[in-house]
């Protein structure tokens, strides 16, 4: 076997990429910059201490540096170390290399500073109302210089924002991801069915059967959203509207004045529980337990502020 096949065997299995690409032949920005150290401070242990080496260490990267350009590049002497001719042609080339790349890491932070000043969500109804607000506050203790803007609509919509690139993150309600996104189960959540005390329904002593649930005229939110999704998935699409509005806060409204029974999220639910505004009736034979995710485009997982929130609402 000919020496340049036996170094380009040895070169792949060694995981070094092939010998005639440029980063096998130009030397990293470590041993660069190691070199302009010695270049200024005439000294390699000056150098090494300068940027937190060990002096073998920084003795090995010249070595293989001078090795990997075939020239001498520093000579060494009690005195001190002083650059060779050739290692003064080489500083200067490797100067214009350091600033280039200052100059690109000072772009790269810029690009993240732009990326982290500001935060864009979509969220669904539920999650919006009620799980958001306090993940918000928790992220702004940590990021008090982003901005976040919130859009808040059905899972739907929320969908089409993140495929339009008009959202960072998003939180939909829905029985499965919609088309085109990445999730992350973030909580749990259950609907039940609601009404005002002067109903029936409030009275009655056994559960509701899920046939009488679809014969009956409910206060429902919009197709779209997360909680008809999920509705309309265990009662086979036979969900009656009586009214269908686009908030859960106008669903709740509706059903606190006795305009009808109304299927909501027990999250959304507590405090007309709680003080009886709203009456919780139960069910025989049908569940409506949903996962909450957070979405995304998918092969775009979250970063920056976004992948910060992310990790605020895990379950």
């Known amino acids: 076997m000919s020496r340049s096949s036996a170094e380009g065997e040895q070169a792949g299995q060694g995981g070094q990429g092939v010998p005639n690409s440029l980063a096998h032949r130009v030397p990293d920005l470590g041993a660069m910059e190691l070199l ?10 000056g150098a090494a ?3 937190g080496i060990t002096q073998p260490a920084a003795s090995s990267r010249v070595r293989s540096m001078e090795r990997q350009l075939g020239v001498a590049l520093v000579d060494r002497s009690p005195r001190g170390s002083r650059l060779t001719d050739a290692g003064v042609l080489v500083t200067d080339w490797a100067r214009r290399i350091v600033e280039a790349a200052e100059a690109f890491d000072a772009g790269a932070q810029a690009l993240r500073d732009r990326r982290d000043s500001r ?13 958001l607000p306090g993940w918000l506050v928790a992220l702004r203790t940590q990021l008090p210089d982003t901005a976040v803007s919130l859009l808040a609509g059905n899972s739907a919509t929320v969908a089409a924002r993140l495929l339009a690139d008009e959202a960072d ?12 996104l990445d999730s992350a189960v973030i909580a749990h959540d259950r609907l039940i069915v609601v009404t005002a005390p002067g109903h029936p329904w409030a009275r009655r002593r056994r559960p509701l059967e899920a046939a009488e649930l679809a014969a009956t005229p409910l206060i429902l939110r919009e197709k779209g959203s997360g909680t008809r999704q999920v509705l309309d998935a265990a009662l086979g699409g036979l969900a009656r509207p009586l009214i269908e509005l686009s908030s859960t806060t106008a669903v709740k409204a509706a059903a606190v004045s006795g305009a009808g029974p109304s299927v909501l999220s027990e999250l959304a639910v507590g405090e007309e529980l709680t003080t009886r505004r ?14 909450l995710r957070a979405v995304w485009p998918t092969g775009h997982r979250p970063t920056g502020p976004a992948r910060q ?7």
């Open 309 to 315: 929130l992310l990790s605020l609402t895990r379950v």
């Open 169 to 180: 993150l998003g939180f939909v309600e829905g029985v499965s991801v919609p088309a085109g």
């Open 36 to 45: 302009l150290a010695v270049a200024r401070l005439g000294s390699l242990g």
């Open 278 to 291: 709203l009456v919780s009736v139960p069910l025989a034979d049908v569940t409506l337990a949903r996962d």
């Open 119 to 131: 935060l864009r969500v979509a969220a669904s109804m539920t999650i919006a109302e009620y799980l």
């Open 49 to 51: 201490r300068e940027l």
